[in-house]
């Protein structure tokens, strides 16, 4: 049994920042993930412009404030997205005041959930961040502080092939032919694998805490 720890103000507000731009990112790629646009000829998804960022962002949680509340994050994350989508339909579905213009057209073409898509994105999200987050735990016990960047790069290196496939095949499965769901796969992959090459040195700035117990809380 551990004794209770507090996190210094610092870490709380590095860890409040970390939480903010996570989910912010999830949410952002979820209702950009709606639409399919054109990449130098290849085609992907709009969320992957913002989303390969979370998985990097989980890492500096990790670090932060352990793997209980990074798994925590992660499902915290999930209910705000289904909540979200949720609030779109009702809204989109709501009467209007007459005379207003053509609103919900505008709003539902844009806002108005496809619900496959959002179970997709969701499903996708968990499964693939717990596992970055096994991945991580596994390389910060086999190293220690050393080579952090790996911490980053073997951790995205298995959760992101996990997370695409898995998006791409429950969200436009029988809706594109095999050739467009291969060419989605693979942009997704190459565009997420680039993100996390370039955003590796953030895991440097963020302080390394003093692990109480792996499941607990950590005091940077």
């Given at each position: 049994?551990?004794?209770?720890?507090?996190?210094?103000?610092?870490?709380?507000?590095i860890?409040a920042l970390?939480?903010?731009?996570y989910?912010?990112?999830?949410?952002?790629?979820?209702?950009?993930s709606?639409?399919?646009?054109?990449?130098?000829g290849?085609?992907?998804?709009g969320?992957?412009?913002?989303y390969?960022?979370?998985?990097t962002?989980?890492?500096?949680?990790?670090?932060?404030?352990?793997?209980r509340?990074?798994?925590?994050?992660?499902?915290?994350?999930?209910?705000?997205?289904?909540?979200?989508?949720?609030?779109?339909?009702?809204?989109?579905n709501?009467?209007?005041?007459?005379?207003?213009?053509p609103?919900?057209?505008?709003?539902?073409?844009?806002l108005?959930?496809?619900?496959?898509?959002?179970?997709?994105?969701?499903?996708?999200e968990?499964?693939?961040?717990?596992?970055?987050t096994?991945?991580?735990?596994?390389?910060?016990?086999?190293f220690g502080?050393?080579m952090?960047?790996?911490?980053?790069?073997s951790?995205?290196?298995?959760?992101?092939?996990?997370?695409?496939?898995?998006?791409?095949?429950?969200?436009f499965?029988?809706?594109?032919?095999?050739?467009?769901?291969?060419?989605?796969i693979?942009?997704?992959?190459?565009?997420?694998?680039?993100?996390?090459?370039l955003t590796?040195?953030?895991?440097?700035?963020?302080?390394?805490?003093r692990?109480?117990?792996?499941?607990?809380l950590?005091?940077?």
């Open positions: 049994m551990t004794s209770p720890h507090r996190i210094p103000q610092r870490s709380a507000q860890l970390l939480t903010a731009a989910v912010s990112a999830q949410l952002l790629a979820d209702i950009t709606l639409r399919i646009v054109d990449i130098a290849s085609a992907m998804d969320g992957t412009l913002v390969p960022l979370t998985f962002l989980r890492d500096l949680v990790h670090k932060v404030a352990g793997k509340v990074a798994r925590t994050l992660i499902f915290a994350s999930a209910v705000i997205n289904i909540v979200m989508a949720g609030l779109f339909w009702i809204v989109t709501m009467n209007l005041i007459p005379d207003t213009g609103q919900s057209e505008l709003f539902g073409d844009v108005g959930p496809v619900w496959r898509i959002v179970f997709a994105s969701i499903i996708a968990v499964i693939s961040e717990l596992v970055d096994e991945v991580y735990s596994r390389w910060v016990k086999s502080e050393r952090q960047w790996g911490r980053v790069l951790s995205n290196a298995v959760s992101i092939p996990i997370d695409t496939v898995l998006f791409v095949v429950v969200a499965g029988g809706v594109f032919s095999g050739a467009v769901l291969v060419d989605i693979q942009t997704n992959i190459v565009i997420k694998g680039i993100v996390t090459v590796i040195p953030l895991i440097y700035i963020v302080k390394p805490g692990v109480v117990d792996e499941e607990d950590i005091d940077a």
